[in-house]
């Protein structure tokens, strides 16, 4: 018993990163639950991990200050919830402690283990997380049991997971991971391990799974041939193979997109957009004549043009959401709309665009503190529908304010700063395949959380953003050397 304890406080960090998976096949499993338990098994470990690390940590004055500044962040965000009616502060202050179970994860293992121990864990659990990710698509693809990515199509293949877009970033961010230890641990046979993951990526169906594995195996490529160009003298065997099996890695995922779930959709897509834009021109001109017929018959002299576009504008209205336009009324709408030249048939039926006209139109209501600490995101559902943003920086500002943003660009930001610091004074010392494969694990998931969303609000898929960041803090030193600070001390 008492050794099981101690396995348990040496490797938590391993236990709930393995975890991960098997959480997320949990909600799916309780899809039509009230209640999913990932979710707030997720919600335990964001309040008892700190906790406990509080407890054990013997750094506990800065891991305090950090807690307290996400606290009291937390504080006024609730605050001002109750503010403005306490009709949803049970869900806001769920999906507030969500959005911040990977940062007080994060900090907590920083302050939890030493550097090795979290590398160490890290490591054994992304090796498990891969393997348990594959076996999984494979089991439920060929069983042909779990969703599709795309329902609306019946196409790509998601599995036992809930939401597609979420595990598409789970899975970005696993694949270049995956590719590194393949090559470390297995040479020369990395692209046999390689051939399943293209085929799992590819008919995944989205754009980010299969960018991740371009890029994945482009970093490859990329980084050997500068090694071998600039750095080393001699030029190894296995060196000059890697180069060519990238390239033919490469070429197969290339081939394999031909005949993918995201080709077949966007083509269909493209050829559905031209038809309805032309519908619409068709439409719209022929409105426009009865319209100015109308005006001949009554003698009324025609518009200005300023009341004619006004007028044309209108005639959209009943291409846009109906819940939309009883919010905000439909000139607001619509001229939302037109600001961005959205007008058209691509504008009105990008999902994107709608949710995030709800957002700026929500926070154009707001008053200045609301600014500061963000709106309640149960704002953002009107009637039946649910207007919930999916790209990661506008929610991020529209939810949690000027302060929220701020944290949340200061706490990436110290990381990437670590990340510059060790690259300008230790160049050569730290440009190794390891190290290269975290920085375009890094920029793969903010480039995901700028365009797909989900990867800083989501638990499951933000806690691997975690992962990548504590390997960076590992692999850096701090900003500020202790002699740095000894130094300034003593000159003051």
């Known amino acids: 018993m008492k050794k099981s304890i101690n396995y348990i406080k040496n490797n ?20 039509d639950f009230s209640i999913s338990m990932a979710g707030y098994i997720r919600l335990a470990l964001t309040v008892c991990v700190p906790l406990y690390t509080l407890i054990v940590t013997k750094k506990k004055k800065p891991f305090f200050l950090i807690m307290a500044v996400i606290a009291g962040f937390c504080f006024l965000h609730v605050l001002n919830t109750l ?26 293992f920083m302050f939890l283990y030493e550097k090795e121990s979290i590398k160490k864990q890290i490591t054994i659990a992304l090796i498990l997380n891969v393997i348990t990710s594959v076996i999984v698509f ?38 270049t991971f995956a590719v590194y230890f393949s090559i470390k641990y297995c040479k020369y046979y990395f692209p046999l391990l390689s051939l399943p993951l293209i085929y799992m990526y590819t008919m995944n169906g989205t754009k980010a799974t299969f960018g991740a594995l371009l890029i994945a195996f482009g970093s490859i ?22 180069i060519l099996m990238s390239v033919v890695l490469i070429a197969v995922s290339l081939a394999c997109y031909t005949f993918s779930p995201r080709q077949i959709i966007n083509s269909t897509t493209e050829a559905h957009r031209q038809q309805e834009q032309a519908a619409l021109e068709e439409q719209q001109e022929l409105e426009e004549e009865l319209a100015e017929e109308e005006e001949k018959l009554n003698d009324k002299e025609s518009d200005d043009s300023g009341d004619k576009v006004i007028k044309n504008k209108k005639f959209y209205v009943k291409y846009i959401n109906p819940n939309l336009i009883d919010r905000f009324g439909a000139n607001r709408v619509l001229d939302a709309y037109a600001e961005g030249d959205n007008l058209n048939s691509y504008g009105l ?19 200045f503190v609301t600014r500061l600490v963000g709106f309640d995101f149960t704002k953002m559902q009107h009637k039946d529908d649910n207007f919930d ?35 300008f004074t230790k160049f050569k010392e ?63």
Not at 83 to 103: C, E, I, Q, W
Request: hydrophobic residues 50%; positive net charge.
């Open 349 to 367: 039926s990008n999902m994107r665009l709608k949710k995030l006209i709800y957002a700026r139109l929500t926070w154009e209501e707001c008053d």
């Open 221 to 242: 490529l990329g980084f050997t041939l500068l090694e071998v160009i600039f750095l080393k003298a001699k030029r190894e065997r296995f060196e000059i193979y890697k």
């Open 138 to 175: 494979y089991l439920s693809y060929l069983l042909q049991s779990g969703n599709c990515t795309y329902p609306l199509f019946q196409t790509g293949w998601t599995g036992w997971y809930v939401i597609p877009n979420a595990q598409s970033l789970i899975l970005s961010s696993l694949i």
């Open 389 to 423: 943003l999916e790209n990661d920086p506008q929610a991020i500002l529209y939810y949690y304010g000027y302060f929220g943003a701020a944290l949340y660009i200061a706490f990436i930001g110290y990381f990437l700063l670590r990340l510059l610091k060790k690259l």
């Open 12 to 31: 938590m960090l391993l236990i709930i990163l393995a975890c991960q998976p098997f959480l997320d096949i949990l909600a799916y499993i309780q899809r």
């Open 430 to 492: 730290s440009f190794n395949l390891y190290n290269f494969t975290l920085l375009i694990t890094l920029v793969l998931q903010l480039v995901s959380a700028a365009y797909s969303g989900y990867m800083l609000r989501r638990p499951n898929v933000a806690i691997y953003l975690a992962i990548t960041l504590l390997l960076i803090y590992c692999q850096t030193e701090p900003l500020f050397e202790k002699k740095d600070i000894e130094k300034a001390e003593n000159e003051k």
């Open 83 to 108: 503010r403005g009616g306490a009709g949803s502060f049970f869900n806001d202050t769920k999906y507030m402690l969500l959005v911040a179970h990977a940062p007080i994860m994060l900090f907590s």
